[in-house]
């Protein structure tokens, strides 16, 4: 049997505080409630495996997201290691990833994180300026930043990403320019770089709604992203994806799994799984969460099948996002589109090479509006 590379994810929904930005799934005041959710999740983890075949599964990367994973106890991430040992190999996992906020990350819980096998280090840096570090309500400052990744580097961390943020209210390109070329020099060996969008339901999406903040221009966004990338670019890293740029070697291997639509599976509040034809979702509700596995069930609250012209979009949708691009053997094996062809030619930024669609000197820029024409 071939088996497919896949990863794991696991969502830990506990903050110190709600950032007015963030729309993922996260909770405060209940640092309380860890301990019961740690039993929860195991439960889970044992629930799924004893419930589903996953030997055409092969794990090669765990991503444990949030929330804020570093609250976690490292005594808590052994357990979690230790029961999935029960059902996969451990030793297998080529990327070991943790999320940390410099300042909630002590040098003693990193050492401790390393020792029992993290191997990635995934810092919420978001931005070097602390007046806007501020207004993302970020509680942590840019010297804690290069602390926390000064400590990472210590405790044997040979492989640390840095998240950072742009087209925030304030900020100027010159700003920008300043905190990616110290970010560079403290040396990551992968940087993401997102723009500050106003999801729906966010403290920022009503600011913005009510008048309070305004979101910079369009064009500044679009020079912000220019030179985001021009910086990293030229400094030795390469953007092999819409908001990713590593060191060679060293792209995220998880997030691959995400963009090359390979199977995942999920474990956590709110986390998302797929099997290469099935989407599910677990409850956005630590309770709900909590209720469900009490009483041995899994802690699904919904799932869907994807269709031909389903799949046929999220190929395109995932596989234009990366300097690869899309692969049209397994683009046709799905369906194939008359209008393909056209609408490569319509678009000079599009080109077909060994195979695959992608976009010309990665010029992300475009993407949703070209990808939105390439669907069916």
Known sequence: MNKRASGIYIHFPFCKIKC????????????????????????????????????????????????????????????????LSS??????????????????????????FRDIGV????????????????????????????????????????????????????QSLEILS???????????????????????????????LK?????????????????????????????YEASNYSRKSKECIHNLHYWNLDPYISFGPSA??????????NHRSLDKYISDLKNNILPVNNSETLNKNNQYNEMIMNGLRTSRGVNLNNLNTICKSDSLNEIVEKWPQLIIENNYLKLKGNNFMLLDEITSELFI
Not at 148 to 165: K, L, Q
Not at 272 to 281: N, S
């Open 20 to 83: 007015g930005y963030c729309d993922f799934y996260s909770i405060t005041n209940r640092e309380d409630s860890i301990p019961v959710f740690i039993d929860s999740l195991l439960h889970e983890i044992e629930l799924y495996f004893n419930t589903y075949d996953t030997s055409k599964y092969n794990f090669d990367s765990l991503f444990i997201g949030g929330g804020t994973p570093s609250l976690i106890k490292p005594q808590y991430i052994e357990k979690i290691f230790n029961t």
């Open 87 to 112: 059902y996969i190999d451990i030793s297998s996992l080529i990327e070991i990833t943790m999320e940390a906020n410099p300042g909630e990350a002590p040098r003693s819980s990193l050492k401790a």
């Open 119 to 170: 191997n990635r280090i995934s810092f919420g840096f978001q931005s070097l300026d602390d007046r806007l570090l501020k207004f993302l309500d970020r509680i942590h400052t840019s010297e804690q930043c290069t602390i926390a990744f000064n400590d990472a580097r210590e405790s044997g961390f040979n492989n640390i990403n840095t998240d950072m943020i742009f087209n925030i209210p304030g």
């Open 178 to 208: 300043d905190n990616l070329n110290a970010v560079i020099k403290l040396g990551p060996e992968h940087i993401s770089s997102y723009s500050l969008t106003v999801e729906k339901g966010t403290m920022l999406y009503n600011n913005v």
């Open 211 to 239: 008048g309070k903040v305004i979101m910079p221009d369009e064009k500044l966004d679009y020079d912000m992203y220019r030179t985001t990338s021009n910086i990293i670019s030229e400094n030795g890293y390469k953007q």
């Open 272 to 281: 998302h799984g797929y099997d290469g034809k099935k989407r599910w979702w």
